[in-house]
């Protein structure tokens, strides 16, 4: 098993900036791609951004600019850098993998975090 772990989230004035944190922990094998989705209410979840082991980048238009995507591949860890925001930004933000687990291998799956929430409002 891979267990996410977010933190960051919280509550930010528009223009403001949070960074948000996700830890991959347990049997890891590799994790090709790490990055993060948000679902806001009444809407489906989306892709932020995503970043793979080599570093290239997929990210939303809407957060091109403004947010930046990095990974520790070391620590598991991937990093979302979230700037001038604003209230459309508001969601719960989720971490995702994307990789193998050592008992095995040869099967890829994808992980889930719990979710952070991001509160953009004055």
């Known amino acids: 098993q891979v267990q996410l772990v977010e933190s960051g989230g919280g509550l930010v004035q528009p223009g403001g900036s949070l960074r948000l944190s996700c830890a991959a922990s347990g049997s890891i094998f590799s994790l090709s791609n790490m990055g993060w989705y948000r679902q806001a209410p009444g809407k489906q979840r989306e892709l932020v951004a995503v970043?793979?082991?080599?570093?290239?980048?997929n990210s939303a238009d809407s957060v091109k600019g403004r947010f930046s995507i990095s990974r520790d591949n070391v620590k598991n860890t991937v990093y979302l850098q979230m700037d001038s925001l604003n209230p459309e930004d508001t969601a719960v933000y989720y971490c995702?993998?994307?990789?193998?687990?050592?008992?095995?291998?040869?099967?890829?799956?994808?992980?889930w975090g719990q979710g952070t929430q991001v509160t953009v409002s004055s």
């Open positions: 970043i793979t082991t080599g570093g290239s980048i």
């Open positions: 995702y993998a994307r990789g193998r687990e050592r008992i095995s291998v040869l099967t890829i799956k994808e992980y």
